[in-house]
């Protein structure tokens, strides 16, 4: 990163962020109410509930519901999409989710062929079964697991890594049902052979926790809410004053910047300008009318969120 690393706690960078009065409630209008009524009544047919989070985000967006209604079963907290992470202080992560009562937590890279991490789900599942005495389902030697979590963290990709891992099959494909039990509750699928596993078809989707207008953004940043709701300007604002603030100054050489900036205005001129994101329009002079190129913002603002996403701008831990 050339020199930038020098200008890490230069003060010239904000150290709060300014979201301007807004307000989060409408930011998640899902209907999660039904979803949930289902997963609770699968919740009997489940031997351990494995909730799926963004790994940029351990901390912060997890749904309370989670804690208070389906806690009842063994846990296991995966957080995916470890290669967008920073992960370099693992451990202060898995301290602090312990001390709020979280004991299984497992990094995972859902999209990785070959990665190791998925291999270590089945495993740490039992192990975690195990120790819980499977409650009074001890003579059973099919296990059920539920994933959920909310939207985008990987649900769907973590089943069909599982089932590509350990069965060496692709696409989940559905197995029946089982008889006199409806097939919306029992549709299973399989994603181990030894010991035999399956799990529920349809991961269960739950609204993420907005606590705060800070941790919407970061939901958001992430691609958890859908990013209208939000407004990509004041998305790519608070991802360039998380890069900043984490000291990532990435952007700088991608988008061929003189320096790191911290107005967002600025390097999305700069965007625009580097990937050709312009706009002629006609601006009508007191002399008559002029054509004039100007940048278009919300085209470079969204690369710049585009770009995160994918990785481009490097790992990044957000709490
Ligand atoms: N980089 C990276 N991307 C991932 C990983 N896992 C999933 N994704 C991507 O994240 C996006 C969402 O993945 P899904 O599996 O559809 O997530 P989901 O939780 O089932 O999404 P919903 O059904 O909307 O709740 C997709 O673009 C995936 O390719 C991962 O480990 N790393």
């Known amino acids: 990163m050339r020199l930038f690393h020098a200008l890490r706690d230069a003060s010239r ?16 209008p899902g209907h999660m109410a039904k979803g949930l009524k289902q997963m609770r ?78 291999k270590k789900v089945v495993p740490l599942v039992m192990e975690i079964i195990e120790k819980s005495m499977r409650f009074n389902r001890a003579e059973n030697t099919t296990y059920c697991l539920m994933v959920i979590g909310v939207p985008n963290v ?19 494909s559905r197995v029946g049902g089982e008889p006199g039990i409806t097939k919306a ?32 953004m970061k939901l958001a940043l992430c691609g958890t809410i859908l990013d209208h709701l939000v407004g990509e300007d004041i998305i790519a604002d608070y991802l360039l004053y998380s890069l900043n603030r984490l000291g990532n100054f990435s952007y ?17 001129k700069r965007i625009a300008v580097k990937l050709g994101k312009t706009q002629r329009v006609t601006a009508i002079t007191g002399v008559g009318n002029i054509n004039v190129t100007v940048p278009n913002y919300t085209a470079a603002a969204y690369d710049f969120i585009r770009a995160f996403r994918k990785g481009e701008l490097g790992q990044v831990m957000l709490d």
Request: charged letters at 25%.
């Open 154 to 172: 990987g649900k769907s990709s973590l089943i069909n890594a599982l089932r590509r891992t350990n069965l060496k099959k692709g696409r989940a």
């Open 13 to 28: 960078f904000r150290s709060v962020f300014d979201f301007g009065g807004r307000e989060v409630a409408h930011w998640f």
């Open 41 to 118: 009544a699968n919740l009997k047919n489940v031997d351990c509930v494995i909730e799926i989070h963004d790994a940029r985000i351990p901390l912060s967006g997890r749904n309370p519901v989670f804690e208070d209604t389906l806690n009842v079963k063994p846990h296991l907290l995966i957080l995916n999409k470890m290669d967008l992470a920073d992960v370099s202080n693992k451990q202060r992560v898995v301290r602090t989710l312990q001390k709020s009562g979280v004991q299984n937590v497992l990094f995972t890279d859902c999209l990785k062929q070959s990665d190791t991490s998925i």
């Open 185 to 216: 509750v029992l549709t299973r699928i399989q994603v181990s052979e030894r010991p035999l596993m399956y799990l529920l078809d349809t991961p269960g989707v739950l609204p993420p926790r907005i606590e705060s207008v800070e941790t919407g």
């Open 252 to 268: 700088v050489e991608k988008y061929s910047l003189q320096e790191p900036s911290d107005d967002i205005q600025h390097v999305l």
